[in-house]
């Protein structure tokens, strides 16, 4: 299961849809035991590309260190599919290196965003349940789910 | 000139290296660094090197703060204190 507060849930999402025509992707910090997703980093696509993507490599590294120094890990990646459901695509389970990994679809073909999520461990597909958390993330103001 | 560089190794490759998350090792090169982890710890071989001995494309590697691939990818010289890491690329279609 992989838990997103509303605010990171809607962040990730207007990435997305900010990085039309071409796929948008980015990376989750969190804690790994929980699946609960604490900061979304927004990167560039090195691939600029309407069908793949590929996380700039400076934006991966300076993710991955902001991450430790929070006392968080990467714990997932997010993309989107512009004109295909959200669902893995043999290109994403060719490359999906990390079993532990949440690694999340945005469709935006249609009307309105799909959000979904998976596990990719051994070229096999499982899709977990996304949870948007009715709270922000950092103190303030609650939001009713 | 070889000298000694850390290696912070990503999550991933942790449990090849006995759970140690840097490492170090000797080197003049980053070339020289990579084949020392695998000479060192063999279960990386694939991971990091194809095997005509050329960057693996599945794996970044950086000196300090740039992506080796900009620089002189496996020509790219280490000096004393410079800190190498390895984190897995992440792409997908």
Known sequence: MLRMPRDLHLQMVAHCISGLPDEACGLLAGD?????????????????????????????????RDAERNGTQLIGVF????????YPSPTDVDQAPDPDWHYVVVSLRDTHPVVRSYRIAGGEIEEESVVVLGQQAHAGVAVTA | MAVAVDVRLPTVLRPQAGGQSTVTVKASTIGDVLRELVSEFPGMSGQLLNEDGSLHRFVNVYVNDDDVRYLESL??????????????????G
Do not use: W
Request: charged residues 25%.
């Open chain 1, 79 to 86: 993309h989107s599919h512009t004109h295909t459901d959200a």
């Open chain 1, 32 to 64: 790994p035991a929980e699946g609960t997703v604490a900061r979304v980093y927004p990167t560039r696509n090195a691939a600029a590309s309407a069908r793949v993507y590929s996380v700039d490599s400076r934006d991966l590294l300076q993710a991955d």
């Open chain 2, 75 to 92: 020509d790219t010289p280490v000096k004393e204190g410079d800190e190498v890491s390895l984190l897995p690329a992440v792409a997908g």
